[in-house]
């Protein structure tokens, strides 16, 4: 779900605790070595999102922040801060190019660039929260 979170609304909070977790602790935020990623840089978005990034002529960059149960993706738009809240069963995460990851949630999508060491390792971090998540497979009984 794509939101508008640039005003504290305690429902909408609420909302977003219900669908990605409530956030990490301070000594689980230690334990995994942090949930937050440093700037990215958007190379291509779905049309809604872009609609919101023509807005302004800055850098289209984001941020992503690991929850128990999802990411929320957020970035900015003029004066407006704006997140995708992704639960884990709907986050498709795609490598693309040497560089690039694709974030997709129903028709939403977000081409990021990653271009440290860092930025793959934080992409891994996401992929291996999400298998831990997955619920079993037939297999695993």
Known sequence: MLRNVSYNDPKLRAEIDRTVGLPYSLIERFKIKGIGSSK????QTSKEIHALYALDHNNNS????????????RFRSLLE?????????????????????????????????????????????????????????????
């Open 40 to 43: 990215l840089l958007v190379k």
């Open 62 to 73: 984001c941020n992503i922040e690991m929850r128990p149960k999802g990411i929320i993706l």
């Open 81 to 141: 801060t704006y997140a995708l809240v992704i639960p884990y069963y709907k986050l498709q995460l795609y490598k693309g190019e040497a560089e690039s990851y694709t974030v997709y949630m129903d028709h939403h999508f977000l081409r990021i660039m990653a271009r440290s060491a860092s930025d793959h390792a934080f992409f891994r971090k996401i992929l291996k929260e999400k298998a831990a998540q997955a619920p079993p497979s037939i297999e695993d009984l």
